[in-house]
């Protein structure tokens, strides 16, 4: 395999991916960078028992989750630190409840089994066709329709279910 054609090939997915999961355009770049760089150490120990494509995503989305762990923001003490102070005509409640549910959200999905938490992910974050996911998983634009929708349905439930 040439990794350069493999780089040309899967970056954007990779960092579309990762754009999705952080919200962040200069995280994706740093992790999809990092992810090509495993990838790249790694690919002799690429099996080929899946898709490329997940494989990769596999890497990103480790790599992504030990950024965070590695980089957890803390918040400045000096307001000239800040980027950007919320207008005053913003109800900092409601942006609070909003991260809260965010961050919610993000763990829920973190504790979803396979493979609902791959196929939503490659639906919501990685803006794939149900037919191209379909195809990532051998199986068909069907499964992966109602696969997706299994996700979203456990998703509502669980943010159902009393914060703990």
Known sequence: MDFEQIYKEYFGDIYRYIRGLSGDEHIAEEVTCETFFKAMRNLGKFRGDCDIRVWLC???????FSYLKNNKKSEPTDISEQEHIP???????????????????????????EPYKEVFMWRVYGELSFK???????????????????AKKLIREKMEEPYK
């Not at 596999?58 to 992504?64: L, P, V």
């Not at 005053?88 to 979803?112: A, F, M, P, Y």
């Open 58 to 64: 596999k890497i990103a989305k480790n790599t992504y």
């Open 87 to 113: 207008d005053s005509k913003i109800n900092i409640e409601e942006l609070t409840v909003e991260q809260d549910e965010s961050e919610r959200i993000k763990k829920i999905l973190h504790d979803l089994s």
């Open 132 to 150: 191209h996911i379909g195809q990532l998983f051998g199986k068909n634009e069907n499964w992966a329709c109602v696969t997706y929708h299994r």
